[in-house]
């Protein structure tokens, strides 16, 4: 509800930039956390940087607000994963747990499948173990793994805490930015070979953004049980032309880039370069085979704000932009030399 604080981890990240711009649209105070200098805060925004998977005080941090949006999380470092993607997430869930926050909205990913037996998954789909790593449940390197698990670990703490909160987690598939989707051009030539035939997955930022702000307007609204903490995944693996060559033909065309302009290589090519990779047994399905359902989230009532449709056209314009704005530059650099 408008005029009442949403606290916001993670603010400054891919999806909380996105995030807090939206609540302040919509006129919503917000309170931010970042690990970096922080940027100055205004009317409706408070900052507050914080490390949390340090020792915060998370009741100082949560006190005053009605809703959590919490996407902080470590990506990469495998030996801060479990502070702050299971144990940061319990203690700031406690908090808000405690001092009446009414609703709870976790990002996860679609990561904590792992790699599927079955191409098509639900919510109901096997997930990762939690309690040890076994190489053979996701095709994937080391610390992607230790993300996934610890993802999920951090939905079963924010089951082990809700009581009274209205709580949702969110299981996106790969989200991007428009600068992200442009970004498949910067790939090798080989990854771009490789993985053109691979369904994408892309959900763009501002449907997530949008679709966690739903969730906990739900909530603040009294939607949903009271300490029932709801899953859903969020993809569009429905869409037409999915695949990574789908939109670099279509990028080709709009910027003549020729980087955009690869041979596409076969399905197989690319399941056995994965086999050969992690050789684990029994065979499961890469990421990229398989199909998340986003049926639930739509059945609850949420529709996409934007689509990837949108976005791609979007990422089209930039990229005809700038060709036009390249070629105008090399015409001048031709006219001053003459």
């Known amino acids: 509800m408008p005029d009442e604080t949403i606290l916001v981890t993670g603010a400054t ?16 105070q917000v309170r931010a956390t970042t690990s970096r200098k922080p940027p100055p805060d205004d009317r409706r925004l408070e900052w507050r940087k914080i490390d949390l998977a340090g020792d915060p005080d998370f009741n100082a941090l949560v006190d005053g607000c009605s809703g959590v949006i919490h996407l902080a999380a470590e990506l990469g470092k ?17 908090a808000a747990e405690e001092l009446g926050v009414k609703a709870f909205c976790y990002a996860s990913s679609v990561a904590v499948y792992g790699s599927g037996r079955s191409v098509e998954i639900s919510e109901s789909s096997p997930v990762l173990s939690v309690d040890r790593d076994i190489a053979s449940e996701y095709w994937a390197l080391d610390y992607v793994r230790e993300y996934g698990r610890t993802k999920l670990a951090g939905e079963r703490a924010l089951m082990r805490v809700a009581r009274r909160m209205r709580c949702t987690v969110l299981r996106p598939a790969v989200v991007v930015d428009v600068g992200q989707i442009i970004g498949v051009r910067d790939w090798s030539l080989f990854k771009r070979t490789l993985a053109s035939h691979r369904h ?28 029932r903490v709801e899953i859903y995944n969020m993809a569009e693996d429905n869409r037409e032309m999915p695949r990574h060559i789908d939109f670099m033909r279509k990028a080709f065309v709009a910027s003549g880039d020729r980087r955009y302009r690869v041979a596409c290589a076969p399905w197989v090519i690319d399941w056995l370069h994965d086999f050969l990779r992690f050789h684990t047994w029994p065979i499961r399905n890469p990421l990229w085979r398989m199909r998340f359902s986003a049926e639930r989230l739509e059945n609850a009532g949420y529709k996409l704000k934007f689509g990837m449709a949108k976005a791609e056209q979007l990422a089209l314009s930039r990229l005809a932009k700038e060709a036009k704005t390249g070629a105008q530059s090399t015409l001048a650099g031709q006219s001053s030399a003459v």
Do not use: C, P, Q
Not at 13 to 28: A, P, T, W
Not at 80 to 91: G, I, Y
């Open 78 to 94: 495998k030996d801060r994963m479990r502070a702050l993607n299971e144990k940061a997430t319990e203690r700031l869930a406690t």
């Open 200 to 227: 994408a997955h892309h959900i763009y930022v501002g449907d997530v953004s949008d679709a966690l702000i739903w969730a906990v307007e739900n909530g603040l609204m009294g939607g949903g049980e009271a300490g």
């Open 13 to 28: 990240g891919r999806i909380g930039r996105f995030v807090v711009s939206d609540l302040l649209e919509r006129g919503y």
